[in-house]
Each structure stands twice: as C-alpha cells, then as structure tokens.
Nanobody, 123 residues
Framework: QVQVVDSGGGLVQAGGSLRLSCAAS????????MGWFRQAPAKGREFVAA????????YYTDSVKGRFTISRGNAKNTVYLQMNSLKPEDTAVYYC????????????????WGQGTQVTVSS
C-alpha cells in the first residue's frame, strides 16, 4: 500500500508565495514520477506541474510557467511546488499525484493521489 500526503496550503494575498510539499510512503520500492493538479469549485481537476522519475524533465501548464517551480526533494518520492506571484485564479484544492511509470500530466490512470491541500489567494 502506498500513501501520498500533501501539505502546505493556506491563505495568501495576491502576489504572495506558498510552498506545497508531498511525500509518497509505504511500499514504494522504486522512484515515482510525481506531479500536482488542482481543482477549483465547480471545475474539473486540471494539471499544474509534473516531474519525471529522474528529475530531469519538468512539465508545466501554460498559466503557471514562470511563476511555479516543481522540484524533487532529497528523500525518495518527495516533491515540492514553489508557487510565486500567486493570483486569485490560482485558488483551488491542490492534489499531489504519484505514478510508477508515467509522468502524471493527465488525471486518468494516475496510480496514487494525495488528499488535497487548499490554496486560497485573496485579491
């Protein structure tokens, strides 16, 4: 069994920063590709950023390029999302995703999900 725990959300003013953290634990015998998705009220879950198993390949949705940075931690199967210059439209529940084989850029087929962490950006 694999558990994914994401954290770090909160309330911040527009222009501010937050850092989200995620760790996959349990029967994680290999390194997972990991990513972040978000879901705003009354909207579907959308891709935000992802990182390959090696950490060499990074992926971002256009709306966060230049503002968000995804990175792997020193501990195996940990990942961070540094969010700068936050905007009210970034308000959503952010979910960490972990996959054994495929870099998670779409929701379908993702092996494991975190429980979500709320990010609220006030104007």
């Amino acid at each position: 069994q694999v558990q994914v725990v994401d954290s770090g959300g909160g309330l911040v003013q527009a222009g501010g920063s937050l850092r989200l953290s995620c760790a996959a634990s349990g029967r994680t015998f290999s390194t997972y590709a990991m990513g972040w998705f978000r879901q705003a009220p009354a909207k579907g879950r959308e891709f935000v950023a992802a990182i390959s198993r090696s950490g060499d390949s990074l992926y971002y949705t256009d709306s966060v390029k230049g503002r968000f940075t995804i990175s792997r931690g020193n501990a195996k199967n940990t990942v961070y999302l540094q969010m700068n210059s936050l905007k009210p439209e970034d308000t959503a529940v952010y979910y960490c995703a972990a996959d054994r084989l495929v870099v998670p850029t779409i929701t379908r087929g993702v092996n494991y999900w975190g429980q979500g962490t709320q990010v609220t950006v006030s104007s």
